[in-house]
Protein backbone atom coordinates (compact mmCIF):
# COMPACT_ATOMS: atom_id res chain seq x y z
CA UNK A 1 0.00 0.00 0.00
CA UNK A 2 1.00 3.98 -0.32
CA UNK A 3 0.77 5.57 2.74
CA UNK A 4 1.64 9.27 2.86
CA UNK A 5 3.16 10.71 6.41
CA UNK A 6 3.33 13.95 6.98
CA UNK A 7 6.09 15.75 8.76
CA UNK A 8 7.07 19.52 9.79
CA UNK A 9 3.48 20.77 11.35
CA UNK A 10 3.55 22.56 14.57
CA UNK A 11 3.30 26.19 15.92
CA UNK A 12 3.77 29.09 13.74
CA UNK A 13 3.14 32.58 14.46
CA UNK A 14 1.33 34.39 12.81
CA UNK A 15 2.75 36.16 9.50
CA UNK A 16 5.19 33.28 9.89
CA UNK A 17 6.82 30.44 7.45
CA UNK A 18 6.55 26.90 8.25
CA UNK A 19 7.93 23.74 5.59
CA UNK A 20 6.14 20.47 5.21
CA UNK A 21 6.85 17.18 3.52
CA UNK A 22 5.71 14.01 2.88
CA UNK A 23 7.53 10.75 2.34
CA UNK A 24 5.80 7.29 1.76
CA UNK A 25 5.70 5.52 4.67
CA UNK A 26 8.34 1.90 3.73
CA UNK A 27 8.22 2.94 0.04
CA UNK A 28 8.85 5.63 -2.40
CA UNK A 29 7.35 7.77 -5.08
CA UNK A 30 7.15 6.68 -8.28
CA UNK A 31 7.22 8.70 -11.66
CA UNK A 32 3.17 8.81 -12.05
CA UNK A 33 2.84 10.04 -8.56
CA UNK A 34 0.23 13.04 -8.52
CA UNK A 35 1.22 14.39 -4.85
CA UNK A 36 -1.66 16.89 -3.90
CA UNK A 37 -1.79 19.28 -0.67
CA UNK A 38 -4.64 19.74 1.30
CA UNK A 39 -6.06 21.89 3.86
CA UNK A 40 -8.56 21.93 6.50
CA UNK A 41 -9.66 24.77 8.78
CA UNK A 42 -11.68 24.36 12.04
CA UNK A 43 -15.60 24.71 10.25
CA UNK A 44 -14.39 24.45 6.78
CA UNK A 45 -13.96 22.07 4.16
CA UNK A 46 -11.50 20.13 3.36
CA UNK A 47 -9.57 22.12 0.07
CA UNK A 48 -6.99 21.22 -2.06
CA UNK A 49 -3.78 23.93 -1.83
CA UNK A 50 -1.50 22.81 -4.78
CA UNK A 51 -0.67 19.18 -6.92
CA UNK A 52 2.14 18.32 -8.40
CA UNK A 53 3.48 15.36 -10.40
CA UNK A 54 6.81 12.71 -9.44
CA UNK A 55 8.30 12.79 -12.29
CA UNK A 56 8.52 16.21 -14.16
CA UNK A 57 7.55 18.40 -11.23
CA UNK A 58 5.08 20.45 -12.91
CA UNK A 59 2.72 22.23 -10.41
CA UNK A 60 -0.77 23.33 -10.49
CA UNK A 61 -2.07 26.03 -7.57
CA UNK A 62 -5.64 26.65 -6.52
CA UNK A 63 -6.99 30.31 -4.98
CA UNK A 64 -6.59 28.39 -1.90
CA UNK A 65 -3.19 29.83 -0.59
CA UNK A 66 -2.06 31.22 -3.87
CA UNK A 67 0.68 33.47 -3.88
CA UNK A 68 1.56 32.06 -0.16
CA UNK A 69 2.17 28.71 -0.98
CA UNK A 70 5.04 26.36 -2.97
CA UNK A 71 5.21 22.78 -3.64
CA UNK A 72 8.38 21.00 -4.86
CA UNK A 73 10.33 17.31 -4.56
CA UNK A 74 13.25 16.31 -3.61
CA UNK A 75 14.57 13.02 -5.75
CA UNK A 76 17.49 12.32 -3.44
CA UNK A 77 15.65 12.33 0.04
CA UNK A 78 12.25 11.06 -1.51
CA UNK A 79 10.30 13.78 -0.21
CA UNK A 80 7.20 16.29 -1.53
CA UNK A 81 7.53 19.32 0.36
CA UNK A 82 5.12 22.09 1.00
CA UNK A 83 6.43 25.40 1.68
CA UNK A 84 4.18 27.79 3.52
CA UNK A 85 4.49 31.48 4.21
CA UNK A 86 2.17 34.49 5.69
CA UNK A 87 0.16 31.80 7.67
CA UNK A 88 -2.47 34.06 9.86
CA UNK A 89 -3.94 33.63 13.52
CA UNK A 90 -7.08 32.87 11.68
CA UNK A 91 -6.42 30.32 9.87
CA UNK A 92 -5.43 27.39 11.89
CA UNK A 93 -5.33 23.93 9.88
CA UNK A 94 -4.43 20.01 9.60
CA UNK A 95 -2.59 19.77 6.27
CA UNK A 96 -3.10 16.51 4.48
CA UNK A 97 -0.66 14.66 1.84
CA UNK A 98 -2.84 12.97 -0.96
CA UNK A 99 -0.91 10.57 -3.44
CA UNK A 100 -2.62 8.98 -6.59
CA UNK A 101 -0.87 6.22 -7.90
CA UNK A 102 -2.66 4.27 -10.52
CA UNK A 103 -5.74 6.31 -10.09
CA UNK A 104 -6.01 5.58 -6.38
CA UNK A 105 -6.09 8.00 -3.80
CA UNK A 106 -4.16 7.77 -0.70
CA UNK A 107 -4.42 9.89 2.10
CA UNK A 108 -2.12 11.23 5.22
CA UNK A 109 -2.99 11.02 8.20
CA UNK A 110 -2.36 14.91 8.45
CA UNK A 111 -0.59 17.22 10.62
CA UNK A 112 -1.42 20.14 13.17
CA UNK A 113 -0.52 23.38 11.95
CA UNK A 114 -1.86 26.08 15.02
CA UNK A 115 -1.25 29.70 14.44
CA UNK A 116 0.03 32.14 17.27
CA UNK A 117 -0.97 35.71 17.45
Known amino acids: QVQPVESGGGLVQAGGSLTLSCSVS?????????VAWYRQAPGKEREVIAT????????HYTDSMRGRSTIYRNYHENRAFLHMNGLQFEEPAIYYCRVKRASVVYWGQGTQVPVSS
Open 26 to 34: GGTFVGDDM
Open 52 to 59: NTWDDGSR
